[in-house]
């Protein structure tokens, strides 16, 4: 039996690479495939943001600059602009590198290598070209330049910088303008120098302030530069923007071991979308914004059950500054936006026995993951409120298909992102666990969506009784082949949306009468009586995302997309000072965290757990091999009737008899004029044999009863020297076990039938084989997720 553990996350590790890094990394980009939000910015040239990058050419790497939508490196070589395809973008987390002017030649020893040009390591450096914008390029030791690939040409810049992996420059560097030294000299005991990195277009002005007063300037850095400036725990700073400083939030210092604070020096949106040649879009990820109750999550329905109130910040879609684009795209940082372009779950039917079993996979074949207050063990059981009381309750067997289309992904790191103010207020209205149970739960959930899939999801399942699998399975049919995916055609079906206006799809139950039409079909069966067991089962199907219906014309984009997959954290976890960024200190968080911590797990323990799911039913089958005549007296007739019987015995239940056999009325299995052993080693097959199924149900506890079997046979042999013309043969396996074979395994068996069961009489030698059946069933385990 397959055992498959859910949390899934075949897309999520994916997800986790594309997200963040713990250090510097090449990362290699294909065709159409978007800027790493993380990759290193290396200058911008006409508002288009250069990055660092590398191309392979004549088997070496070359350091240079890429750009969203390039889908190449551009660098300089041979006195000429090249473009390699080959390439790769640099990568790192905030702060892990910083731009340095050199020395002289003389290179610091902790730049940064990039790749080789015959026997030289190569660096990354930016060179000012003659309209005065930086652009990455490439440098070496005792070069005193960078060469940068520029209209067509090598460009030799003189005025360069190079990457050093550290936040404080080395000595005899400078990192931006000449600062004066009242910025760069500690202020006071504590304080440390921490670089203030402008990844925007503009050049901005940083004052020093507090909670009530806007204080003196600090300094200057222009776009895409970098100052060092002495902070310490508890400082503030306001950055101004042309002039003004109501664009880009206030800078609250909460970490000094951040590795950098970053500055967005940007047009506001409104300003920035038509600014350029290319016409930038603010993406729709509200989902990602707002909060989650657990208790009401529907894995099946995400668009619909993510919807409590906002915990994080939207990007102001006029005044907004702190942004970067991907692509085309304006996201706020903080936010991780990546476009996706998978499907899955497309070709399979899969099937669970009982509630538990079924709860668990048929909701977390969405991938999803969600973490639980400390002191808190088990798993709960999510989704579960969304059935109704008589699934629940069931042992029912469910078969079930589900389609699932990807389009985008969005992940947020609290680190970087901004709490809403309205959340951050409601936080320190907590004084008691109570009061986080009033305040902040009814509100805001128990959980926040730390990543959001966008996609399209179909799906079907139908129930059928234990019962009706037990006979269906009984007349040889082969569920799961039966159950198939079709076309997909369903006609009528109302659309439905969701209060923020996305739709939700549509939802229905059918009957029988229905099922064909749906996403489920049943094979052509020539048994009436399977089909109509069959045909009495009910199935259910939902739709959410995408346009079209259950059939071929479903598609899915960007502006149709729905959640799809979701993974989640704690909204305790948020309580944090280096997460609020504000003058909140961590002596008033630090009880709001434990109230609201403690009030989740109270209000999280009366969700239904997952019990462990019950053994499915084990199906066997006995088939009638061949008979042969051991021991016989010649008298000059043929002809043999009879049966053969199993007989399953469950327990301490009574036995359940199936007949393998069976032949009503005389007839010649050989070719001899007589019953005799003079036919040799020859076995004759079973004429009027057939292959018969038990299938063996869980008890009430859950378990499998130990189950045995006892074959018998008895024959008549047509003798006309009898009053009743014939010689009777009868005889037994006795019971033994088959509860322990492995699934798919079959076993052969023989007994012997004797004249009147009397063994030194006439006997027939009777061959069978037992199978256990592979199961239908698989076998999942849920480990707090789904």
Known sequence: MKRTHILQLIVFILLCTASGINAQNWVKLNAGAPIPSNAVIGGLENNMTLYVARGKFNGTWHPGKTWAGAGKCNFGWGNA???????????????????????????????????????????????????GSWHPGKTWAGAGR????????????????????????????????????????????????????????????????????????????????????????????????????????????????????????????????????????????????????????????????????????????????DYFHIGNKLVKYGFLYYGLSTASGSSSVDMSYGFNAFSSSYSGSVGADFPLPKGMSGSLNVGFNNFSNEEKSSTSVYTYTREQKQVFGVDVDPMEARLDSKFKLDVLQVNSVQDAKNIIIPKYGTHYPKTIIYGGDRSAYMIMTSDQYSKVKGYGVDVKASVSKSALQKNGSKENFNSKGKSTGSSDSYASSNVGSGSLSFAYEQNEEARSVLESTKSKYRQVGGTGGFDNSWEVSEGDAAPVGVTLGLISDLIDIKIFKDATTAAQLAP????????????????????????????????????????????????????????????????????????????????????????????????????????????????????????????????????????????????????????????????????????????????????????????????NGF
């Open 592 to 783: 709001k965290k434990a109230y609201i911590e403690q009030a989740i797990k109270e209000y999280l323990q009366g969700m239904a757990s997952v019990s462990e799911p019950p053994a499915v039913p084990v199906v066997y089958s006995v088939e009638m091999s061949t008979f042969k005549v051991v021991k016989a007296n010649d008298d000059g007739n043929r002809g043999l009737k009879g049966r053969v019987d199993a007989y399953f015995q469950v327990g301490n239940n009574a036995a359940v008899q199936l007949t393998p056999w069976v032949v009503a009325n005389y007839y010649d299995p050989w070719s001899a004029m007589c019953f005799c052993p003079d036919h040799g080693d020859h076995q004759f097959s079973s004429l009027g044999g057939k292959k018969v199924y038990f299938t063996q149900v869980p008890e009430s506890n859950g378990a499998l009863a130990p189950i045995k079997l006892n074959v018998s046979a008895y024959y008549s042999e047509f003798d006309d020297n009898l009053a009743d013309n014939s010689d009777n043969l009868y005889g037994s396996t006795g019971l033994f076990d088959i509860g322990n074979m492995q699934e798919g395994a079959t076993i052969t068996k023989e007994f012997y039938a004797y004249h009147d069961g009397n063994p030194g009489w006439n006997s027939i030698l009777v061959k069978f084989k037992v199978t256990r059946l592979p199961s239908d069933f698989s076998d999942l385990v849920s480990n």
């Open 146 to 321: 960078c060469n940068v690939g520029y209209g067509g040409k090598e460009v030799v810049c003189t005025e360069y910088k190079v990457l050093v992996t550290s936040g404080t420059p080395p000595p005899n560097t400078t990192t931006g303008p000449d600062p004066s030294p009242s910025t760069t000299s500690p202020s006071a005991v504590g304080a440390k120098m921490m670089p203030f990195v402008n990844d925007g277009t503009k050049t901005v002005t940083i004052y020093k302030t507090s909670a009530t007063a806007k204080g003196p300037k600090v300094t200057d850095i222009t776009n895409q530069g970098t100052v060092n400036i002495p902070v310490k725990i508890g400082d503030q700073f306001l950055v101004e923007i042309d002039g003004r400083t109501d664009l880009h939030p206030k800078v609250f210092i909460t970490d000094l071991d951040k590795g950098g604070i970053i500055i967005h020096g940007n047009l506001p949106v409104v300003e920035y979308k038509s600014a350029g040649p290319i016409t930038y879009e603010v993406p729709d990820y509200y989902p990602n914004l707002v909060g989650i109750d657990l208790t009401i999550l529907n894995p099946r329905d995400l668009v619909s059950t993510i919807n409590k109130a906002k915990i994080f910040e939207a990007l102001d879609p006029a005044n907004g500054v």
């Open 81 to 131: 602009e090249k473009a390699a395809t080959d390439y790769e973008v640099l990568t790192a987390p905030q702060g892990y590198f910083t731009w340095v002017t050199p020395s002289g030649n003389t290179l610091p020893a902790n730049v940064f290598p990039g790749g080789t040009d015959g026997n030289l390591t190569t660096c990354p450096c930016q060179g000012k070209v003659a309209n």
